[in-house]
T-cell receptor, first 113, second 114 residues
Framework: KAGVTQTPRYLIKTRGQQVTLSCSPI?????VSWYQQTPGQGLQFLFE???????NKGNFPGRFSGRQFSNSRSEMNVSTLELGDSALYLC????????????FGSGTQLSVL | AQSVTQLDSQVPVFEEAPVELRCNYS??????LFWYVQYPNQGLQLLLK??????LVKGINGFEAEFNKSQTSFHLRKPSVHISDTAEYFC????????????FGTGTRLQVFP
């Protein structure tokens, strides 16, 4: 079984631009969660999608948005990029239930200049 | 809402020495607890989890953790570490409701020296 795939692996953008990150979950997994990882802050929860519906949302501004498609693939979009958005963005998938472990992708390293 | 505190941002230790990584949580409801490990340039992978039952949980790579409800702690231990255990370790908590989100601590960097 293929793991969680995130593309692109690295991304460089400038302030004010927008960016779209992609995540393909493990086959059969219906839940996709997104996290922002920065040094010293750990992993901050962005949002979770389950069967194309946003099930949970973290405390991020509206510039951060996401969606999930019928095949469970998910995209995350950040508009009007700021320097502070530079981070590793991690996607994780799980099958369904709360006690199922999350399977993480290797992340997309976003640098905003 | 839940929260997780990992007081130690870095833990240096010599190879073959024991180690304990501390984790405390806060929650008004029942919780599930997890430890994840992140090796350089990789995503996170599950080390172990506590759902219910025995408070001592054994995970992969010789790690174990003990759930202490009265102290709201879930400390991770290994009796003898290896160089290959050098990584970032994250404690995480979520409520037992199916819609609850997984909340991570800020991580502890374990550095094993020869």
């Amino acid at each position: 079984k293929a793991g969680v795939t995130q593309t692109p692996r690295y991304l460089i953008k400038t302030r004010g631009q927008q960016v779209t990150l992609s995540c393909s979950p493990i086959s059969g997994h219906r839940s996709v969660s997104w996290y922002q990882q920065t040094p010293g802050q750990g992993l901050q929860f962005l949002f979770e999608y389950f069967s194309e519906t946003q099930r949970n949302k973290g405390n991020f501004p509206g510039r951060f948005s996401g969606r999930q498609f019928s095949n469970s693939r998910s995209e995350m979009n950040v508009s009007t990029l700021e320097l502070g958005d530079s981070a590793l963005y991690l996607c994780a998938s799980s099958s369904q239930s709360t006690n199922e472990k999350l399977f993480f992708g290797s992340g997309t390293q976003l640098s905003v200049l | 809402a839940q929260s997780v505190t990992q007081l130690d941002s870095q833990v240096p230790v010599f190879e073959e020495a024991p180690v304990e990584l501390r984790c405390n949580y806060s929650s008004s409801v029942s919780v599930y607890l997890f430890w994840y490990v992140q090796y350089p340039n990789q995503g996170l992978q599950l080390l172990l989890k506590y759902l219910s039952g025995s408070t001592l949980v054994k995970g992969i790579n010789g790690f174990e953790a003990e759930f202490n409800k009265s102290q709201t702690s879930f400390h991770l231990r290994k009796p003898s570490v290896h160089i290959s255990d050098t990584a970032e370790y994250f404690c995480a908590v979520r409520g037992t409701d199916n819609t609850d989100k997984l909340i991570f601590g800020t991580g502890t960097r374990l550095q094993v020296f020869p």
